[in-house]
Every structure is written in C-alpha cells, then in structure tokens.
C-alpha cells in the first residue's frame, strides 16, 4: 500500500505503509479511543456519584432535623398529657370516682405495636434518636389519650348525672395567694410546742386577703370563737362543711347561702394566732379529711 503525502514547493515525497501497520495504527486508535472513552466515563461517573451522595447526606440531614423536631414535640405532648392526668385524678375526686389504674394508664388500651427496627432506622447517625424508637412513642401516646378521651366522657357523664353533689363538693382554694405552712396532721403547737394534731390547712399570706367558699352552701354562723378569732363556718349538702378562721372581717352572716367562689371574708391575725394566715378545715360527716384532697386546681406550695 502507498501513501502520498504533501512535502512542500519543491514536489511530492512517497512513503509505503503495509496492510499490517493500517491494522494496527486502528487497533492502537481503538484503545486509545476505548481509554478516552473510560475515563471519561468514569469522571462523569464520580461526579454524578459524588451529587448523588451529596443529595443523599442532605436528605438524611433533613430527615435527623425532622426526627429531632418529632421528638422535642413528642415530649411536650407527653408533658401535656401528664397534666391532663393530673387534672383527671383531680376531676375524678371531685366527682366522687375512683382514679384509673397505673398500669392502665402505662398500658393504655388497644394500639399496633411495632417491631424494633424499620428500614429508616440504617438510614441515620448511631447518636440519633431511631423512627423505630417515635413509632412506638406516638402509638403509646395515641393510646393513652384515646384512654383519657374515654375517661372524660366518662366524667362528664358522671358530673351530668351528679351536679348537686359536686356543687356541694369542696373543690377550689380558699385563697389564691400564699404558701402552706402546716398541713393536715400531727405538728408541734407553736405556743405549747406539745405534739397535736391539726385538723386542718394553715395557708400563710397578706393581712385583707379575699378568702372565697370553695363550695354551694348555707353559713352556720361567723362570729368570733375562742382560739379561731373570727371565724365563718359554711354547711354544704351531703355532709360536707368548711371553716375559715382567724379572718380580719367577714362578709357574711348566719343563714346566708353562698355559692362556690363567692368572698366570704378577708385573711387576718385574729385569734390563737402568730401571723396572718388562714385556717382552713374540711369535714366529711362531722370527721376532718385533707383539705389537699379537695383542691380541684392544684396544691398550695409548702414553705
């Protein structure tokens, strides 16, 4: 086989070239194209390799961002629910029933359980909470309020058909200042500082404090009575009766009927008494009971 090839001016110059070497001069261009070829392919490769997993480290970025939102929410809600089953407890001594069971409320009622692990779980940091873990979470938490849903259908039934009685029912705080200084129970008298047993709440505030009845009823008498200085006593239906003493006045008088958070009287010093404060004493049939058991919105703070 022969070439020609394009010297300059001065004419042609020829070259021979064999069959064999235009063979292999194709091969040679084949590899070196096949080579071209591949690395191209592989650059390209890495770089879409490299979006790709950058795409896929921000989704799981997102996905642990998520989570970690689901979780801070989750929480709050259980936070939540605990207070609704404090007020539960609270609603369902005032309406004279009994309160659910612990282990019913740990267990709820009815729910899917979930296994373990779920294929999102590989999909995040060992350090981060799983799906696996707020499945369960918020299957538990949808149990127990579907629990406590019941338990207020259930109370308001109750309350329906028990109206008069829980009117009658001891259930708010006589003062809505102060802290609690002596409780229901045994406590050294601070005059004799003998061992006594105290009948009732001794709540510390400000002297002209509004002191209101934590329930419907009658007054049997205010007037002054030894040790309790000036002192209302107010009769409820179904055995119950309240007393506030050592008030610096009162607002009512005998026979007059009250309803639950009507004022009654101010706070004071009067009487058997070291400093202003309010004594408060709840009977059930003639026997003194823990006021605590019937402040429907929460406990006084001890000093």
């Known amino acids: 086989m022969k070439l020609l090839f394009l010297k300059d001016d001065a004419g042609i110059k020829e070259f021979s070239i064999t069959k064999r070497g235009v063979i292999f001069a194709g091969i040679i261009s084949l590899i070196l194209l096949l080579a071209l070829s591949w690395v191209t392919v592989d650059v390209l490769t890495q770089k879409m390799y490299r979006v790709k997993i950058n795409h896929i480290r921000e989704d799981n970025q997102r996905l642990v961002t998520l989570l ?3 979780r801070t929410r989750l929480n709050t809600l ?41 294929e999102l ?17 918020v299957d538990q938490l949808a149990r127990m309020v579907n629990l406590e849903r019941l338990s207020y259908e259930k109370l ?10 829980i009117e009658a029912t ?42 209101y009845v934590t329930a419907d009823g ?28 050592h008030l610096s006045q009162m607002d009512v008088e005998a026979g007059q009927k009250v309803t639950r958070g ?14 202003s404060h309010l004594h408060y004493e709840v009977r059930a049939d003639g026997d003194p009971v ?6 429907f919105s929460g406990h006084l703070a001890s000093q």
């Open 262 to 275: 009507d004022k009654i009287g101010e706070v004071g010093n009067t009487g058997r008494s070291t400093a």
């Open 170 to 211: 001891p259930s708010i705080r006589p003062v809505k200042t102060g802290y609690m200084t002596d409780g229901f129970g045994y406590r050294r008298d601070p005059f004799t500082r003998k061992i006594r047993f105290h009948y009732g709440l001794d709540i510390s505030t400000h002297r002209g404090t509004p002191v």
């Open 218 to 245: 009658v007054v049997k008498y205010a007037k002054r009575r030894g040790g309790f200085g000036l002192v209302v006593a107010i009769e409820h239906e179904y055995g119950y009766e309240t007393i506030y003493a």
């Open 78 to 118: 259980e936070g939540n629910l605990a207070k609704l089953q404090r007020q539960d407890n609270a609603l369902r001594n005032y309406a004279d029933m009994p309160e659910i069971d612990k282990d019913i409320r740990e267990l709820g009622i009815g729910g899917t359980r979930y296994e373990k692990t779920t």
């Open 68 to 70: 970690d939102t689901l």
């Open 156 to 165: 308001y039934e109750t309350v329906k058909s028990n109206r008069s009685r």
């Open 290 to 295: 823990n006021p605590i058991d019937y402040f």
């Open 121 to 137: 779980d590989h999909l995040l940091p060992p350090d981060k909470a799983k799906v696996s873990d707020l499945l369960i979470d």
